[in-house]
């Protein structure tokens, strides 16, 4: 099967992406938040893109970041990536900025106790950003070759190590 042929299978089996691309609209309207003309202006100026980030938050899009069992609309990472791919068609930034959220909460799903899941599931609900420090400067993302480390002192953690480029570090209300 060709890709163009696996996604129009998938744009007729998952009804968000009609929803989304809907909710994108015109993509030739100035007055559209993700219009060409809007995008090129802000990557003009250099900012980040705070108007479609919180466009698509009301949008719910963010719910599609948190699994069903915890409320959210999450259900596979083929639906996933095929609304990241709507919006990247629009604004590559934007995708990228929004899916780090997305990155930052699947160690949460894949590891965390129930009680951590649901905060952070909270959280994405109402918003708020996950940052994922991954990248070492000496390591970059190799997960195998990391040095940072945490080990528990009582209750508390003792953090020891450098985390470099953290996506969202300033952006982000948690860190992962």
Excluded at 12 to 34: H, I, K, M, Y
Excluded at 110 to 125: M, T
Excluded at 160 to 170: P, Q
Aim: charged letters at 20%; aromatic letters at 10%; glycine letters at 10%.
């Amino acid at each position: 099967m060709l890709l163009s042929e696996h996604i129009l299978a998938a744009w007729n089996r998952f009804e968000s992406l009609q929803q989304l691309e809907t909710f994108l609209g015109d993509s030739q309207a100035p007055d559209n938040v993700f219009s060409f003309e809007r995008i090129v202006a802000t990557d003009r100026a250099g900012t980040y893109p705070e108007e479609g980030f919180r466009a698509l938050n009301d949008w719910g899009f963010q719910q599609y970041y948190i699994p069903e069992q915890l409320g959210g609309k999450y259900r596979s990472c083929e639906e996933n990536f095929l609304l990241m791919r709507l919006i990247a068609r629009r604004d590559l930034t934007l995708a990228i900025s929004h899916g780090k959220t997305y990155l930052g909460s699947m160690p949460i799903w894949i590891a965390g106790d129930q009680a951590q899941q649901r905060q952070v599931a909270e959280w994405i609900a109402a918003g708020e950003r996950v940052a994922l420090g991954l990248t070492e400067e000496s390591n970059g993302s190799d997960l195998l070759s990391g040095t940072f480390t945490a080990v528990q002192q009582g209750d508390d953690f003792e953090l020891s190590g450098r985390k470099w480029l953290v996506n969202h570090a300033i952006k982000g209300e948690m860190i992962v």
